[in-house]
């Protein structure tokens, strides 16, 4: 099993969610952060550029079967590839072990 956090742009997001429906993602994390990476910040609003310290993004999570990534990360990709800077950053992570709170039931069964 395997971890995906994705960074992408707020715009996104729906694009994203629906993609990710559309393969049979039935579950994910999604939240507000903020950050910056190479784009350092910058930002470009009616041809003016504007320095700011960080930008805001979404955070997604999505745990995964192994055999499920490379799709997940392919719709992910569709939903928010502009070809510009600062579009985002996708992490893939095993995961060790789930345990759901609410049945107990460990790893793939809790998922």
């Not at 694009?15 to 990710?20: A, F, W, Y």
């Not at 049979?24 to 320095?51: H, L, N, Q, S, T």
């Not at 490379?70 to 950053?89: L, N």
């Not at 345990?99 to 039931?105: K, L, Q």
Request: charged fraction near 25%; hydrophobic fraction near 50%.
């Amino acid at each position: 099993m395997k971890r995906i956090d994705a960074i992408i742009k707020q715009p996104c997001l729906e694009n994203v969610k629906n993609r990710l429906a559309g393969i049979g993602v039935e579950g994910m994390i999604a939240a507000e952060v903020v950050g910056m990476g190479r784009e350092k910040g910058r930002e470009f609003y009616r041809g003016a550029e504007y320095v700011v310290d960080f930008l805001p993004k979404i955070s997604l999570m999505i745990l995964a079967e192994d055999d499920r990534v490379s799709v997940i990360i392919d719709a992910i990709i569709a939903g928010v590839r502009t070809g510009k800077i600062g579009a985002g950053k996708i992490f893939v992570t095993p995961i060790e072990e789930v345990v759901s709170i609410r049945t107990g039931a460990w790893n793939h069964a809790a998922v």
